[in-house]
């Protein structure tokens, strides 16, 4: 890492072409700065003026906010996904000339993007536009953290780039981005469902109730896909403004990738790092909300003394704790589970924290922890074979690891369910839930009718 302490743009670029001159190959410069405080969203919306994918990443609960627009570097990979992109960054990292005064998480050079759930399986032409890895280093990004806003320029000088010139174009947008839009235009309703065969799916489900009755494996999880047709094109921020106010405490998050946009809001995190110190959470086992204070405490109570739900949620547990002491030292597990509510459904809910020893990086982490028996199943392997022999779609990015990561060993991935993928006037949707030799295929379809609401109730909700 080249570390900067000027803080001119124009010094910065000056730099950033003697050394691209010097190396004979582009040089990319992070500067960041402190801004007045503007909407994320709004930042989000107006990046569609420069044509060019856009990312987003929300945690409701801690008021913190992620928008980048553009690309300065494009990190893709298809086979040993998580090495080739541990690798990847530390190059960059090493090779970049970064100005970041802050500690705070989020700024300086970050880059966002995710996976997909399983890279062996070929990808469908409905997930083409998105590698089974790929992150991006936003051309622009903004920051938001409670009441503070950071801006972040990322870009690849060249050595026969004009530093003022190259100012001038980087000033003219970020004016344009910083304040263009006043409002989030209004998106289009939902105008029809198609469910793929879901009579076809819970036949896979009595089935695999079977296969772990012959002893093949413990719990297999399996999704499904309703399809929506909309009565126009969506509007992502719009989808993102009304899932930020309809899901709290969850991760609201938005990847563009050539006019398709993987869309969603999970609560579940994968693993959270600040500096060394890590922190994996288990949800596992859903129920719905009550409509009333005294059903939703009923349900609640009854969600953690159920035996298959609490059975599903120790598996997760101990399987996160084995992880994690992979790869670190200091794990701490709480004896029990407590209840997580959201707007929609309530999960039961462990917190897993620890200490991240020399030597690894959250990519170990990911790789250990993906996938969880929450998205794949018990054991992991029997799981996912028969998930690729029987699943009835390419899962794509669906219930992978989304995140974010920063030049300050700070970083975030959430399991990516809750989600869609929209395309045009059509969104994707995907729902999931885990068979255990008890599972019935009425009850098991019922779930993911719950699952689905999230995504549903937003998009019906653009009128």
């Not at 402190?34 to 569609?48: C, Q, R, S, T």
């Not at 609960?61 to 553009?70: M, S």
């Not at 029809?192 to 109730?209: G, H, L, R, S, Y």
């Not at 719009?238 to 993987?262: M, T, W």
């Amino acid at each position: 890492m080249i570390e900067v302490k000027e803080t001119s743009l124009q010094s910065m670029l000056d730099k950033a072409i003697d050394e691209a001159k010097e190396k004979q190959t582009s040089q990319l410069m992070s500067i960041t700065k402190k801004i007045h405080k503007i909407d994320p969203l709004l930042f989000f919306e107006a990046g569609k003026k420069l044509a060019v994918d856009r990312t987003f990443w929300s945690s409701t609960a801690e008021d913190f906010h992620i928008a980048g627009v553009g690309s300065a570097f494009h990190l893709k990979a298809e086979s040993n996904r998580l090495e080739q992109a541990e690798t990847s960054w530390q190059k960059l990292l090493d090779e970049a000339m970064i100005h970041n005064p802050y500690e705070t998480p989020g700024t300086g050079l970050v880059t966002m993007g995710g996976m997909s759930f399983d890279p062996t399986t070929r990808k469908s032409a409905l997930w083409k536009n998105f590698s089974h890895l790929s992150f991006t280093v936003p051309n622009f990004m903004l920051t938001q953290w409670d009441d503070t806003c950071y801006l972040t320029i990322n870009i690849q000088a060249g050595k026969n780039d004009d530093a003022s010139e190259l100012a001038d174009e980087l000033n003219e947008k970020e004016s344009m981005l910083l304040h263009h839009s006043t409002y989030l235009p209004e998106g289009a309703h939902i105008k029809a469902n198609q469910e793929i065969e879901p009579d076809e799916w819970k036949e896979k489900v009595k089935f695999a109730t079977d296969y772990i009755k012959d002893n093949n494996a413990d719990k297999i999880v399996l999704a499904r896909e309703l399809v929506v047709k909309l009565t126009d094109k969506a509007v992502a921020s719009s989808v993102l403004n009304k899932l930020i106010a309809q899901q709290p405490n969850s991760y609201v998050f938005a990847f563009e990738r050539n006019g398709d946009c993987f869309i969603g809001a999970s609560p579940e995190r994968l693993v959270r790092q600040d500096k060394k110190e890590v922190l994996s959470t288990c949800l596992a086992g859903t129920a719905p909300r009550g409509k009333t204070r005294a059903e939703d405490d009923r349900i609640g109570h009854s969600l953690f003394n159920d035996e298959k739900n609490r059975s599903e949620h120790d598996f997760v547990v101990q399987m996160i704790r084995q992880s994690m002491e992979h790869y670190c030292r200091a794990v701490h597990v709480p004896d029990k589970p407590v209840i997580y509510p959201l707007k929609n459904l309530q999960h039961l809910y462990t917190p897993v924290t620890a200490t991240l020893n020399e030597g690894y990086s959250i990519f170990d982490i990911i790789g250990k922890l993906h996938p969880t028996p929450a998205l794949g199943g018990v054991p992991r392997d029997e799981s996912l074979a028969f998930i690729r022999e029987h699943e009835q779609l390419d899962r794509g990015w669906y219930g992978a690891p989304v995140g974010w990561l920063d030049s300050n060993h700070n970083g975030e991935f959430a399991v990516a369910i809750r989600s869609g993928l929209i395309q045009g006037d059509q969104a994707s949707l995907f729902a999931g839930c885990g068979i255990v030799k008890d599972s019935n295929p009425e009850a098991e379809y019922d779930e993911t009718n719950i699952k689905f609401l999230p995504m549903l109730s937003v998009l019906e909700a653009e009128r």
